[in-house]
Structures are given as structure tokens and as C-alpha cells.
């Protein structure tokens, strides 16, 4: 692949590739991604230094240092589409050469880890208690824009999964890195994590329109397939482990559950949850990553 145009990669004035508006300097190696611009702060205040801190639209980034490592932290918003963004803009910042417009001979990958907010789909996670996606299950369709294969295990799961649930469309899976999942077990449930285009719909919830899947937290609940199960859902773990994958990147995603879709319970304070979320890797990172 030759020199990639000026529609294709946008850079700003600054250099800066456009969306998040970051320079390859300006970013560290392991990427904290959250969708709220404000949880960005939570994070950094815990930072020793901070050395970067750059916002352009609903894209929040701080880059600092804690515990002698380097860390950024940034802002995705909400949902699939602009994790589509994130995760090609994080990767041209390491792999493609700004000035001349090239991808790199040689690769790099970034640790990318959501720390985030979810909904259980199973009893026992409850309020408060904490997720790690052993795999994204996408119903968004992003990674359908891209070329990707799947092995026998995903087909197998897709396909009873698509049995099961009544999916219209063509969900994908992918796994996390387990490099950095194996970081996780104590004090986190693990298991699937599906990945939903809307927050409403898409995600069975009803207020003045009739959805056409009215089943679908309870199929989502009862999914097994061998030892896997599906324990909560949102908006951008699929997407993330997805992109991630195809670019050579190492992702993960942990997140504290505010609602229990089963049981129909909402968290008392998320944002208490949030914060234990929030030192609880900061802690992992500092000691094991």
C-alpha cells in the first residue's frame, strides 16, 4: 500500500490526527478508553504527572505517569461507531508514518483496555460487582465492514448463538488478550459480553416503541454454549476487541455493573462503583502490567 490521502487520514494543523487530536508523542502505550469525557479526570487524578491533556469534541485525552509507568486515558462517547474512530485513530498514531503518509515496515501494539459501565444479564453478578470480557459478541454489525474470518469455535458459537437469541443480521466474536485478561480473575466476574448498536431497542428496553426481538434479555440470559456464557451487555466491547484484533492490539474490557437487567435493579450510587473500578486496575497496573 502506497501513500494513504488526505481524505482518508486526516490530520489537523497541528499535525494531529483529526478526531481525537493526538500526536504519536502524545499518546502512551497502554490506552485507557472510557465513554464519559468526565470519567477521563477520575482517572488522572490519580496520575503522579500529567504531561498531556488534549479534547476535541466528545474526545478527552490525558497522558501522564503513575507508579513510573506512562498511561493515557481517553474518551470514546458512547457506541460502536465511535469506537470505529478510536481504535483506527489509536492505531495510526503507532503505525502509520504521518509525514509520508505510509504505513510503517515495522508494527507496533498498544495495550487498549474499557473501563466502563454495564447492564448483567445474569442474577448472580449483581449491582456494583465487577466484569471482565472474556469475549465481545457483537449485534452492531461495525466489524462486518472489514475483512475477518472466523474459526470453527466462533462459527459454531455464532451460529447457535443466532439459533438461540433470533439475531437478525451477522454478529461476530472475538476473544480478549489474554495477556491481559489473566490480570483479572480475582474480584471480577468473567464471561461474554454482548455488544448492542443502541441503548434502548437494541438493548430490549421499552418505552413508547414495540421492539421486534421483546425476548431478548431473556434468550441473552439463558445462552450457553460449553462453558461460556453471556453475563452482561453494552455498547463497545465487540468493536473494541474486534478492530483491536485485526490491528494487532492487546484489549480488554472491565466494567462495573449499574444495572441487573434480570432482577431489574439499578446501582445506588455507579458512580462509588465506578471509582473502586477505577483503583482497582489502576492498583493491577501499577504492580502486574
Not at 498498544?110 to 453478578?125: C, E, F, K, P, Y
Not at 446501582?267 to 473500578?277: I, R
Given at each position: 500500500?502506497?501513500?494513504?490521502?488526505?481524505?482518508?487520514l486526516?490530520?489537523?494543523?497541528?499535525?494531529?490526527?483529526?478526531?481525537?487530536?493526538?500526536?504519536?508523542?502524545?499518546?502512551?502505550?497502554t490506552?485507557?478508553?472510557v465513554?464519559?469525557?468526565?470519567?477521563?479526570?477520575e482517572f488522572s487524578?490519580?496520575?503522579?504527572?500529567?504531561?498531556?491533556?488534549?479534547?476535541?469534541?466528545?474526545?478527552?485525552?490525558?497522558?501522564?505517569?503513575?507508579?513510573?509507568?506512562?498511561?493515557?486515558?481517553?474518551?470514546?462517547?458512547?457506541?460502536?461507531?465511535?469506537?470505529?474512530?478510536?481504535?483506527?485513530?489509536?492505531?495510526?498514531?503507532?503505525?502509520?508514518?504521518?509525514?509520508?503518509?505510509s504505513?510503517?515496515?515495522?508494527?507496533?501494539?498498544?495495550?487498549?483496555?474499557?473501563?466502563?459501565?454495564?447492564?448483567?444479564?445474569?442474577?448472580?453478578?449483581?449491582?456494583?460487582?465487577?466484569v471482565?470480557?472474556?469475549?465481545?459478541?457483537?449485534?452492531?454489525?461495525?466489524?462486518?465492514?472489514?475483512?475477518?474470518?472466523?474459526?470453527?469455535?466462533?462459527?459454531?458459537?455464532?451460529?447457535?448463538?443466532?439459533?438461540?437469541?433470533?439475531?437478525?443480521?451477522?454478529?461476530?466474536?472475538?476473544?480478549?488478550?489474554?495477556?491481559?485478561?489473566?490480570?483479572?480473575?480475582?474480584?471480577?466476574?468473567?464471561?461474554?459480553?454482548?455488544?448492542?448498536?443502541?441503548?434502548?431497542?437494541?438493548?430490549?428496553r421499552?418505552?413508547?416503541?414495540?421492539?421486534?426481538?421483546?425476548?431478548?434479555?431473556?434468550?441473552?440470559?439463558?445462552?450457553?454454549?460449553?462453558?461460556?456464557?453471556?453475563?452482561?451487555?453494552?455498547?463497545?466491547?465487540?468493536?473494541?476487541?474486534?478492530?483491536?484484533?485485526?490491528?494487532g492490539?492487546?484489549?480488554?474490557?472491565?466494567?462495573?455493573?449499574?444495572?441487573?437487567?434480570?432482577?431489574?435493579?439499578f446501582?445506588?450510587?455507579?458512580?462509588?462503583?465506578?471509582?473502586?473500578?477505577i483503583?482497582?486496575?489502576?492498583?493491577?497496573?501499577v504492580?502486574?502490567?
Open positions: 500500500m502506497g501513500r494513504i490521502a488526505e481524505s482518508e486526516i490530520l489537523n494543523n497541528r499535525g494531529a490526527v483529526y478526531h481525537l487530536d493526538l500526536r504519536p508523542e502524545e499518546m502512551a502505550g490506552v485507557i478508553t465513554g464519559d469525557p468526565d470519567r477521563v479526570k487524578k490519580y496520575f503522579d504527572t500529567i504531561e498531556v491533556q488534549r479534547q476535541h469534541r466528545e474526545f478527552v485525552t490525558h497522558t501522564g505517569t503513575i507508579g513510573g509507568k506512562r498511561l493515557s486515558v481517553l474518551s470514546s462517547g458512547i457506541g460502536p461507531d465511535n469506537i470505529d474512530i478510536v481504535m483506527n485513530e489509536l492505531d495510526a498514531l503507532v503505525n502509520i508514518d504521518f509525514e509520508t503518509r504505513i510503517k515496515s515495522k508494527l507496533h501494539s498498544l495495550n487498549i483496555i474499557r473501563v466502563g459501565t454495564s447492564g448483567s444479564l445474569q442474577a448472580d453478578i449483581g449491582v456494583d460487582e465487577f471482565a470480557s472474556t469475549h465481545g459478541l457483537g449485534i452492531d454489525n461495525l466489524l462486518n465492514f472489514y475483512l475477518h474470518e472466523k474459526n470453527d469455535e466462533e462459527a459454531q458459537l455464532l451460529q447457535s448463538f443466532i439459533t438461540h437469541a433470533q439475531i437478525k443480521g451477522e454478529p461476530y466474536i472475538t476473544g480478549a488478550a489474554s495477556s491481559l485478561l489473566k490480570h483479572f480473575a480475582q474480584g471480577f466476574h468473567q464471561g461474554i459480553t454482548v455488544t448492542c448498536p443502541g441503548f434502548y431497542g437494541p438493548q430490549g421499552v418505552l413508547r416503541l414495540g421492539i421486534s426481538n421483546p425476548n431478548l434479555i431473556n434468550r441473552l440470559t439463558d445462552f450457553s454454549f460449553g462453558h461460556y456464557r453471556i453475563t452482561n451487555f453494552e455498547m463497545e466491547t465487540s468493536a473494541i476487541y474486534g478492530l483491536g484484533k485485526l490491528l492490539h492487546h484489549c480488554l474490557a472491565l466494567n462495573a455493573i449499574v444495572a441487573n437487567r434480570v432482577k431489574k435493579e446501582s445506588k450510587d455507579g458512580k462509588a462503583a465506578v471509582e473502586k473500578l483503583q482497582k486496575f489502576l492498583a493491577i497496573f504492580a502486574e502490567i
